[in-house]
Nanobody, 126 residues
C-alpha cells in the first residue's frame, strides 16, 4: 500500500509563508496526478491544489489561487505546496493524495484515490 507522508506545517502569523512537502513511498506515483487537500475543524475535507504527473498542468481552489503554488519533483517522489500570504482561514490539517486529474470550467482538480495519511497541521494566527 502506498504511503504518503506530509510535513512542513507549523504555526505562523498572517501574511507569512510555509512550504509543505508530501513524500510518496513508491516511485510509481511519479506517473500519477497528485493534489493537496485540507480539513479545518468542524468542516469537510476540501480540495486545495492539483498537479499532473508531468507538472505541466495545475489547478487551485479559488480561495488559494494566486497565493499557493503546487509543484513536484518526481526524482524525489515528492510534491510541494508553497503557501504565501497565509490567512487565518487557511488554518487546517493539510493532506496530499494521488488520483485522477479532472477539469471543470477550465480549472483542474483531483479525485483522490489513495488512503489518507496523518496530514500536517497549519495554524495561522491573526
Amino acid at each position: 500500500q502506498v504511503q504518503l507522508v506530509e510535513s512542513g506545517g507549523g504555526l505562523v502569523q498572517a501574511g507569512e509563508s510555509l512550504r509543505l512537502s508530501c513524500r510518496a513511498s513508491e516511485r510509481t506515483l511519479s506517473s500519477a496526478a497528485m493534489g493537496w487537500f485540507r480539513q479545518a475543524p468542524g468542516k469537510e475535507r476540501e480540495f486545495v491544489a492539483a498537479i499532473s504527473w508531468s507538472g505541466g498542468s495545475t489547478g487551485y481552489a479559488d480561495s488559494v489561487k494566486g497565493r499557493f503554488t503546487i509543484s513536484r519533483d518526481n526524482a524525489k517522489n515528492t510534491v510541494y505546496l508553497q503557501m504565501n500570504s497565509l490567512k487565518p482561514e487557511d488554518t487546517a490539517v493539510y493532506y496530499c493524495n494521488f488520483g485522477q486529474l479532472t477539469r471543470y470550467s477550465g480549472t483542474y482538480s483531483l479525485v483522490p484515490s489513495g488512503s489518507w495519511g496523518q496530514g500536517t497541521q497549519v495554524t495561522v494566527s491573526s
